[in-house]
């Protein structure tokens, strides 16, 4: 992994693909984890992280047989899961030189997370991560309960920013940020303006210690017009945060609710911190760099219709997330998929207590194609519907049963196909106009699973 310095992290872009998906819940498999409180009616959208988490030792449970998914996760355990699944990721172990930390004021060797903490991170990382004590010494504060913000602005510097998603422009980074209502944005209208409003709240005071201790949601700004005019400025911070906003809720790994609530000083708690570990794997996997982090092969359960999370917000919501719709969500270019028999997953139902259905709702000109699967062991007939509420947008889907894909027309839904024996299968939308100019509205897409045939002319 290339090193850099602080100042040169800054302003570097990195790649972002789409990662998120859908399932209802289906067998467990002989060695799933289980826990005395984890159920799918409350934690359904997290059921499939905490198992694999769970049985690869990554975040286990405890003694009593609680995995206490509400529990809040502080920044040592947040760094002990990550140097866990990512056991080859040891950015400040091989660092030297100027990039090189040799100790942080209070985690000393006697700290039960010394080695996680000092083998991970090094000069190259930025905003929330470190700053300086009273005393002018490099802290880390390891005892930091997490909110969701200072979270995201940490995962700015893993990985060598490949988080970040470099086929955004400052503009769109700026029209996605725009839409969050609770972690604020400013679009200055000349230098002038911008400069003081940089100056005013003290961003700059102790370097980034400020950002790293402030409790409060410090403003991204831009300079521009309007959302659609408008581009970074000077500011480090602000365009590092927007860059990992955006690119966060463009990959599904942390999003906002369907309201666009991001909800930025609530805690992590236990089942988001797995499920977004769980993200960043399949994230980095998809983008083939996975290599570069880990030797650990996650067996992925079924996570389609069968059982797993929400649509990305990490609050049960249901709502998908996924793409911004600045970026393709198949290979980055325009135009159809480059592979369409391989079923993804990327977006996740929220299921019904009977756990045979589930719906995924979403405006995918805002947030991307709807791209999920469904795995149907132990049924033999899968009813797929799929509307738009907007009648006048259209969206076809791809049905990928087993390796074949088929374009079915949304004239065509609702539709009964036969599963048995089949052990995945995939969907993914595909939007017929993709003029940029219409806002187009949600589309509901709804699968149910039975054993029986709904319909007398099921194929």
Same mark, same amino acid.
């Given at each position: 992994m290339k090193m850099k310095t602080i100042q040169g992290k800054i302003s570097k872009w990195c790649t972002c693909i789409l990662t998120a998906a859908l399932i209802l819940p289906g067998p467990s498999a002989a060695s799933a984890v289980t826990f005395s409180d984890i159920n799918s009616q409350q934690n359904g959208w997290a059921l499939s992280s905490i198992s694999i988490m769970a049985e690869n030792q990554i975040l286990t449970g405890y003694p009593d047989?609680?995995?206490?998914?509400?529990?809040?996760?502080?920044?040592?355990?947040?760094?002990?899961?990550?140097?866990?699944?990512?056991?080859? =990721? *040891? $950015? !400040? +172990?091989? &660092? %030297?030189?100027?990039?090189?930390? @040799?100790?942080?004021?209070?985690?000393? $060797?006697?700290?039960w997370a010394y080695k996680e903490i000092s083998e991970i991170y090094d000069n190259s990382f930025q905003w929330g991560v470190f700053g300086l004590s009273q005393y002018g010494q490099l802290s880390f504060r390891p005892d930091t309960q997490l909110n969701r913000l200072q979270l995201a602005n940490m995962l700015y510097s893993f990985f060598d920013t490949r988080m970040i998603n470099r086929q955004m422009t400052p503009n769109d980074v700026c029209s996605i940020v725009s839409n969050f209502k609770d972690v604020p944005s400013k679009i200055?209208?000349?230098?002038?303006? =911008?400069?003081?409003?940089?100056?005013?709240?003290? *961003?700059?005071?102790?370097?980034? &210690? #400020?950002?790293?201790? %402030?409790?409060?949601?410090?403003?991204?700004?831009?300079?521009?017009?309007?959302?659609?005019?408008?581009?970074?400025?000077?500011?480090?911070?602000s365009n590092a945060q927007a860059s990992i906003l955006a690119s966060l809720q463009s990959s599904g790994i942390m999003t906002a609710n369907n309201s666009w609530y991001f909800r930025p000083l609530d805690k992590v708690t236990r089942a988001e911190a797995v499920t977004i570990l769980n993200r960043i794997y399949n994230y980095l996997k998809k983008s083939y760099w996975l290599v570069d982090y880990s030797t650990i092969d996650l067996k992925q359960p079924g996570t389609a219709i069968g059982g797993t999370t929400n649509g990305g917000n990490g609050n049960g919501s249901g709502t998908g997330s996924g793409s911004s719709g600045v970026s393709d969500p198949w290979n980055g270019s325009k135009g159809s998929p480059s592979n369409q028999t391989a079923?993804?997953?990327?977006? =996740?139902?929220?299921? #019904?207590? !009977?756990? @045979?259905?589930?719906?995924?709702?979403?405006?995918? *000109?805002?947030?991307?194609?709807?791209?999920?699967?469904?795995? $149907? %062991?132990? =049924?033999?007939? +899968?009813?797929?519907?799929?509307?738009? #509420?907007?009648?006048?947008?259209?969206?076809?889907?791809?049905?990928?049963?087993?390796?074949?894909?088929?374009?079915?027309? #949304?004239?065509?839904? $609702?539709?009964?196909?036969?599963?048995?024996?089949? %052990?995945?299968?995939?969907?993914?939308?595909? +939007? *017929?106009?993709? !003029?940029? +100019?219409?806002?187009?509205g949600n589309v509901v897409l709804s699968v149910r699973l039975s054993k029986e045939n709904p319909t007398p002319d099921a194929k």
């Open positions: 047989g609680t995995f206490q998914p509400n529990e809040t996760v502080s920044k040592a355990e947040w760094t002990v899961m990550m140097h866990r699944l990512f056991d080859t =990721y *040891r $950015p !400040n +172990l091989y &660092a %030297s030189g100027a990039n090189k930390i @040799e100790q942080f004021a209070d985690v000393t $060797p006697e700290h200055l209208k000349n230098q002038d303006d =911008y400069d003081k409003a940089v100056q005013a709240d003290g *961003r700059l005071d102790s370097a980034n &210690a #400020q950002i790293s201790t %402030s409790s409060g949601v410090l403003p991204s700004l831009f300079i521009g017009t309007g959302v659609g005019d408008c581009q970074f400025g000077t500011d480090g911070f079923a993804n997953v990327r977006d =996740y139902f929220k299921t #019904q207590a !009977n756990g @045979e259905s589930g719906t995924i709702t979403k405006n995918i *000109r805002k947030t991307g194609e709807i791209e999920t699967a469904v795995f $149907p %062991s132990g =049924y033999n007939f +899968l009813t797929i519907d799929l509307i738009s #509420q907007d009648k006048t947008e259209f969206v076809d889907m791809y049905v990928i049963s087993d390796g074949k894909s088929t374009l079915v027309k #949304q004239e065509s839904f $609702p539709m009964t196909i036969s599963v048995n024996g089949v %052990s995945e299968v995939g969907l993914r939308t595909v +939007l *017929r106009d993709t !003029n940029p +100019l219409k806002k187009g």
